[in-house]
């Protein structure tokens, strides 16, 4: 064995340029990455955790107000059972006083979106309240109903993949509509 090697001595000639080295990319490498992560941690990862952290605190409340018989849509119109077990599957969580708030609705930024849509959707059709809508105007417009089934843009698309079995099937939707027409003509012979 040539002493040089074994006593531990740099094998490489002295005048080798430093960036010759077969260990020198791979660690340049190593060093950028090992940068990059500290990069991506220190100014991405870490603030949206904390971001994500103080959402939690930010709490739109979840509310189901007391359900009055006197002013929900059986008050007002019939619904047969079939028709109102669709409604009360596919649509009641959203138009309803009656929502089944689901475990993420408690987590930040979800629940900011659930209960807007909730909100929204029970200030524009709650079957809960119809007095509000039947007081309004241009009436129930129960046409609504039928023509937003039909489009298939209720439920909202993304409910939808997190509760796959509210999806109404093309009987319900002829259930719902042939109910909404009856309902249509009879309120509007009530209101001639
Ligand atoms: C995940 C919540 C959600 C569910 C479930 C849902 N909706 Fe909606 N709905 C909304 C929101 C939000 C709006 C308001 C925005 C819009 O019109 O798209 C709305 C609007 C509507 C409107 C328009 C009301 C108006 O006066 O403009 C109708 C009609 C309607 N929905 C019917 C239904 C029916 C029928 C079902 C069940 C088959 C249903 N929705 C299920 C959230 C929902």
Redesign the pocket.
Known sequence: MSGSVASGADPRPRNAKRNESPFQVPLVCALQSELMKRKLLRYVVLPLAALLLIGQFIRPARTNPPVDPKRTVDAYTSVPPEVRA??QR??F???SNQTRWPWYSNVAPASWLVVS??N??RG??NFSEWDKRAGRRSGP?FG??CE??QER????FY?LWLHPR?R?SSTDVEA?CSWTDAAQKNWTQGHQ
């Open positions: 669709i409604f596919s649509c969580d959203c138009h849509d909730v929204e959707a524009l059709m417009e609504q109903i937003r089934l843009d209720m439920p909202l409910y509210a109404p719902i």
